[in-house]
């Protein structure tokens, strides 16, 4: 697929998007501010948004910055943050980058990827997300939707989320930077699901050869 095609394709989805999609839930759940992002993001990780957005509200009601949260015991926060699955870790996680926050950042979550990846626990994805919802830097973050849509659509042919990255970084044109992920996700999550897609409702069936 070509990249105007696949651009046209953006403004369709993105036109037809209902604004209810679990990541649209995610979005509204909790009060956000980069540090609050940057935590919901780890929690994020392979995890449903609904159950990202549930546990975020509850987690930020007792702690909302680092300093709060390495007050929080550990055996609380893995409480808390325990239907998001691999809890140990993701608690360890969230004491660990509030730690680096206070220690290195001045309690500040940083603005530059290079700075973010050196965060111990944050990845290509989070720094992505958290450039692009945190400080409206244009960024691609790639998921798992990102990765698997963009793939069947025929619009890049790779094998993993970091090989997607660098290729969409190279045929989407900036303006749409910030956008792809949202209106993808969005989409992978409501109609163009990983097991049963509705192709029956699908805004761009006769433009998909799957
Ligand atoms: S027609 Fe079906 S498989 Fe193709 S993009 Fe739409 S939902 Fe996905």
Not at 6 to 29: C, Q, W, Y
Not at 117 to 145: E, M, Q, R, Y
Request: aromatic letters at 6%; a positive charge.
């Amino acid at each position: 697929m070509n990249q105007k095609d696949f651009l046209e394709i953006l403004d369709i989805l993105e036109k037809n998007s209902t604004r209810n999609a679990p990541s649209d839930i995610l979005h509204s759940a909790f009060n956000r501010t980069p540090y609050t992002i940057l935590i919901a993001t780890l929690l994020s990780l392979r995890t449903k948004d609904e159950t990202t957005a549930r546990v975020s509200k509850e987690l930020f009601k007792v702690a909302e910055t680092p300093e709060k949260m390495v007050e929080i015991p550990l055996d609380r926060l893995e409480e808390i943050v325990k239907p998001t699955g691999m809890y140990r870790r993701k608690a360890r996680t969230i004491i660990d980058v509030s730690n680096t926050l206070i220690e290195k950042f001045n309690s500040k979550v940083p603005d530059r990827k290079g700075e973010l990846l050196t965060i111990k626990g944050v990845g290509d994805k989070t720094a992505n997300v958290v450039l692009n919802s945190a400080f409206g830097i244009p960024s691609i973050a790639v998921d798992t939707h990102v990765h698997r849509v963009t793939n069947l659509l025929g619009f890049i042919e790779t094998k993993t989320p970091r090989e997607s990255e660098r290729e969409l970084y190279r045929r989407v044109p900036k303006r749409y930077w910030s956008r792809l992920n949202h209106i993808i996700v969005s989409f992978g999550q409501t109609i163009c699901l990983p097991r049963g897609a509705k192709c029956d409702i699908c805004p761009i069936y006769n433009r998909c050869h799957h």
